[in-house]
């Protein structure tokens, strides 16, 4: 299906040089004189790379149906990362390689979003926050919330993250899993 940029929106999906991009934001501009054109920031979706492009008004393009899928993590057997479709049952294999950065904030029995361009899997997004337990961080003293400080500490899925001093061993934290940012402990 062909688009024009007067159709975009963001979100939409079009292909652009071969690629498959995801259209972060666009605005229309109509200068005083010459022709009106439309500046757009566009992500790829099997990079993660965010390029600012500018096209001609009425410029075409081919749109891309994406499809979300909400699947439970179940396991990762070394080479692969194992889900069900929590309505059919369906199992379904993920290579490490398209699991990618996001294995870090896998937790077995927790949703996870797959993605799929055209039917084709691009990409895999865990839960915006998810809460996991602190295996290994140094310990706190007592003063050290007055000054902000954070500490490194290990979770268990293997991820480190920069915690406050006052968090210790065995606590469950909430982490929002786009920065990699502590949010509370839990």
């Known amino acids: 299906m062909a688009i024009s940029t007067a159709d975009f929106k963001n979100g939409?999906?079009?292909?652009?040089?071969?690629?498959?991009?995801?259209?972060?934001?666009?605005?229309?501009?109509?200068?005083?004189?010459?022709?009106?054109?439309?500046?757009?920031?566009?992500?790829?979706?099997?990079?993660?790379?965010?390029?600012?492009?500018?096209?001609?008004?009425?410029?075409?393009?081919?749109?891309?149906?994406?499809?979300?899928?909400?699947?439970?993590?179940?396991?990762?057997?070394?080479?692969?990362y194992n889900f069900m479709?929590?309505?059919?049952?369906?199992?379904?294999?993920?290579?490490?390689?398209?699991v990618g950065d996001c294995a870090k904030w896998l937790k077995e029995n927790d949703e996870a979003s797959i993605l799929y361009a055209d039917g084709e899997?691009?990409?895999?997004?865990?839960?915006?926050?998810?809460?996991l337990v602190v295996t290994e961080t140094e310990p706190g003293f007592k003063g050290d919330t007055v000054t902000g400080a954070t500490k490194p500490a290990t979770l268990e899925t293997g991820a480190v993250v920069q915690i406050p001093m006052y968090i210790s061993e065995g606590e469950t934290v909430q982490i929002d899993t786009r920065d990699g940012r502590f949010v509370k402990r839990v």
């Open 12 to 80: 939409m999906c079009i292909e652009y040089n071969n690629k498959a991009c995801v259209i972060v934001e666009f605005q229309h501009v109509k200068p005083g004189k010459g022709g009106a054109f439309v500046r757009t920031k566009l992500r790829d979706i099997r990079t993660g790379r965010v390029v600012e492009y500018t096209f001609n008004a009425g410029t075409k393009f081919d749109a891309i149906r994406l499809e979300t899928k909400k699947l439970q993590y179940l396991y990762n057997d070394g080479e692969t």
């Open 85 to 98: 479709d929590m309505e059919t049952f369906e199992q379904f294999e993920v290579n490490e390689a398209q």
């Open 121 to 131: 899997l691009v990409s895999v997004e865990p839960q915006m926050f998810v809460e």
